[in-house]
Each structure stands twice: as structure tokens, then as C-alpha cells.
């Protein structure tokens, strides 16, 4: 089983910056994406930033230029960097990673069980 755990989340004022860490844990054999979704109430989740494991980065557009994902290999850490933080910015965000825990299971989602984040002055 792979375990998610998520930190870095709290309140910021506009134009303030978190970074947000999800430490993936358990028996793991790849990860071949790792990513961070947000839920704002009321709103379905929806997908911020990806990264895979060929390097390919995905940002929604209303995060393009604020935020940062990365990825820390040995420590099978994601990282979201978020610059210039908007009230609209404000909700759950959540990582999620594919997975293999052996090399011949099948690659499998998993999820964190979220950090708020609210942006208010």
C-alpha cells in the first residue's frame, strides 16, 4: 500500500506564498506522476499541476506562471511552490500520485487526505 501525507497548507494574506509537500510512503516500486488537485466549496475538484515521470509539466491556466510543482526522486516527495496567492486560490488542495508498488502491478492512483489552504486578508 502507498500512504500520502501532505503539509504546508494555512492562511496567507494576497500576494503571499506557501509551498505545500506530499511525501509518498509505503511499498513503491514507481511513480510515474505526481500531481495536486484543488476543491473550493461548492466546486468539483479540479486538476492544478501534474508532472510525470518523463518530465512532462501540466498547470491549470489560472495558475500558470504562480505556481511550481516539483519533485524530490530520492525522497518520493511532490512540491507545490505557490507564488502571488489570489483569494481565488482558496480551497483543499490534494495530491495524487500513479504508482506501482511492484513491478508487475498495475499502476494505481492515490490520494492525500488534503491541506487547506485560505487566502484572505
Known amino acids: 500500500q502507498v500512504q500520502l501525507v501532505e503539509s504546508g497548507g494555512g492562511l496567507v494574506q494576497p500576494g503571499g506564498s506557501l509551498r505545500l509537500s506530499c511525501a509518498a510512503s509505503g511499498i513503491i516500486f514507481s511513480i510515474s506522476a505526481m500531481g495536486w488537485y484543488r476543491q473550493a466549496p461548492g466546486k468539483q475538484r479540479e486538476l492544478v499541476a501534474r508532472?510525470?515521470?518523463?518530465?512532462?509539466?501540466y498547470y491549470t491556466d489560472s495558475v500558470t506562471g504562480r505556481f511550481t510543482i516539483s519533485r524530490d526522486n530520492s525522497q518520493n516527495t511532490a512540491y507545490l511552490q505557490m507564488n502571488s496567492l489570489k483569494p481565488e486560490d482558496t480551497a483543499v488542495y490534494f495530491c495524487?500520485?500513479?504508482?506501482?508498488?511492484?513491478?508487475?502491478?498495475?499502476?494505481?492512483?492515490?490520494w492525500g487526505q488534503g491541506t487547506q489552504v485560505t487566502v484572505s486578508s
Open positions: 508532472l510525470t515521470s518523463g518530465g512532462s509539466i
Open positions: 495524487n500520485i500513479v504508482a506501482r508498488s511492484r513491478s508487475f502491478d498495475p499502476a494505481q492512483g492515490y
